[in-house]
């Protein structure tokens, strides 16, 4: 099983970026956490991070070619890129849509995402935790669990 997990604009300043809404944890500290999670599981799970609109969904396009699955945290995207739901569309791939933080207790306009609709599940408000619970509902819909 292989899985790609994308996120979005501004996490690669996780640890510096308003811990007391994120988290202390670096983006490096959690890629390691996931990926030896994964391989827990045996899980080939891959990580990128891009500020780029076009860049996470070139990212989305090239997963179509080896991944079997996509775990997204969007980001600001989250409420505005209809671009990068198409490309979730399209690429035929289960996907979850992750955040660390409760974004439907936050900012009026964190509240919708206009991502979801394209994801099996919207997983938010658990911090780093987030991800590892998009990963088992990932690994349990491609075990058809």
């Not at 991502?115 to 509902?137: N, T």
């Amino acid at each position: 099983m292989k899985i790609l997990v994308i996120h979005g604009p501004n996490l690669n300043l996780l640890g510096r970026r308003e811990p007391g809404i994120y988290g202390t944890d670096t983006l490096a500290e959690i890629d390691a956490e996931l990926v030896a999670y994964g391989k827990e599981k045996g899980i080939d799970l891959r990580t990128a991070q891009d500020n780029s609109e076009g860049a996470i969904i070139d990212l989305i396009h090239e997963a179509m070619t080896w991944a079997d699955g996509i775990i997204i945290n969007p980001a600001a995207y989250t409420h505005y890129s209809y671009a990068i739901y198409d490309a979730l569309r399209a690429s035929g791939l289960p996907s979850v849509e992750v955040h660390l933080s409760a974004i439907h207790r936050r900012e009026k306009f964190r509240a919708h995402s206009v991502i979801a609709p394209a994801c099996l599940e919207q997983i938010a408000g658990h911090g780093k935790r987030s991800y590892f619970i998009a990963i088992d509902v990932l690994y349990r819909y491609l075990n058809g669990d």
